[in-house]
């Protein structure tokens, strides 16, 4: 519209005709505000959709802990079938499942999708930390089972790791902010919805009520039943943990 009136004024128009003319020259303005409604409903849907490329660092540690599972694994196996001790056994796969669980947690929960951005690196050292003692736990309490000690010895030997990577998840939790990636009326509804003490107490409550019960059943079916399927326990736990939202 400037430009209008600056030409309009060139050709000797005095103010009040060129703004006049200017404005009446505009017309309608709804095709204007429906073609920046448009730009702008596909700018959201491109920010959305759009996959972000993994940089070097990620791709790099994504394949040594793949590698180090594999390796972990094949490795357990040729002791198991040349010792059938399970105690050789555990302490072989132990250090290799360890550091590719820590590298796939680490690098997964700092690397930056198309939904989320990634997490504070003290942060996601703490979730790795708890899960390193969880995962410690789990085969220490394997090596004093398979050596041939009562029940009450096991369940003692599992007890603090438990309690203290547990609580370390509950607050990790309660504390966890808003990462994903929405527009404004999203992530204001998102941010009422989830950030409320009533909810975050709520849901954090229920997520370790999940995992303490997921842990005792894993070992109980292992020490009662075996421990082919017992795994299955922490499947079935991922699944109700990512549906937590729908009973808060």
Not at 119 to 138: D, I, N, Q, S
Not at 179 to 208: C, H, L, T, V
Not at 217 to 230: C, Y
């Amino acid at each position: 519209m400037l430009e209008k009136i600056n030409d309009l004024l060139a050709s000797r128009i005095n103010e009040d005709e060129a703004f006049n003319e200017a404005v009446s020259s505009l017309d309608d303005m709804d095709e204007l505000v429906e073609n920046l409604k448009r730009a702008s409903k596909e700018k959201i849907e491109e920010d959305i959709f759009k996959t972000t490329a993994l940089d070097k660092k990620h791709i790099i540690a994504y394949i040594v802990a793949a590698e180090a599972l594999l390796f972990g694994l094949m490795s357990t196996r040729i002791v198991y079938l040349q010792s059938k001790e399970m105690i050789s056994t555990l302490g072989t796969l132990m250090p290799f499942t360890m550091v590719s669980v820590v590298l796939f947690m680490y690098f997964g929960l700092t690397q930056e999708t198309k939904h989320s951005y990634g997490m504070r690196l003290r942060r996601a050292l703490m979730y790795c930390l708890a899960t390193v003692l969880l995962m410690f736990g789990a085969f220490s309490t394997g090596f004093v089972y398979f050596s041939g000690q009562e029940l009450f010895s096991v369940l003692a030997t599992s007890m603090p790791f438990v309690i203290i990577s547990v609580i370390v998840f509950i607050y990790l939790g309660l504390t966890e902010k808003n990462r994903r990636k929405m527009d404004e009326a999203w992530q204001k509804q998102w941010i009422q919805y989830y950030f409320g003490p009533q909810s975050m107490m709520i849901r954090g409550n229920i997520s370790g009520a999940l995992w303490i019960f997921s842990f005792a059943a894993f070992l109980l079916i292992g020490f009662t039943t075996g421990w082919k399927f017992s795994w299955i326990v922490f499947v079935v736990a991922i699944g109700f943990e990512e549906n937590v939202d729908r009973f808060v």
